[in-house]
């Protein structure tokens, strides 16, 4: 699900940015000479704000007291899963 949720930002958003959706492919792009500075500073002032907005809205909706982990936005292995076969899950998903 989240792949696909990568590949239609990507897809939905190519034409106005060039699909920049990470801040490290702006960077790269800029470093490279591939893309003016400013429009990377833009790029990247775009993507944090973005990414604060959606922050934002997460914690409108789901308040942490409601958060069945307890760590809204916070990634924690289950003790019953153990450490081993989530980094062997990660692995293998990556």
């Known amino acids: 699900a989240f792949g696909m949720g990568i590949l239609v930002l990507a897809y939905s958003v190519t034409h106005l940015s060039g699909g920049h959706i990470n801040g490290a492919v702006t960077l790269s792009l800029v470093l490279g000479g591939n893309l003016p500075w400013h429009q990377g500073l833009v790029h990247v002032v775009a993507q944090l704000l973005g990414s604060l907005l959606g922050a934002v809205i997460l914690a409108a909706l789901f308040p942490c007291d409601l958060d069945a982990t307890g760590n809204l936005a ?17 692995i293998a998903a990556t």
């Open 74 to 90: 916070a990634n924690i292995i289950n003790p019953s899963f153990g450490v081993g076969r989530a980094l062997v899950a990660e």
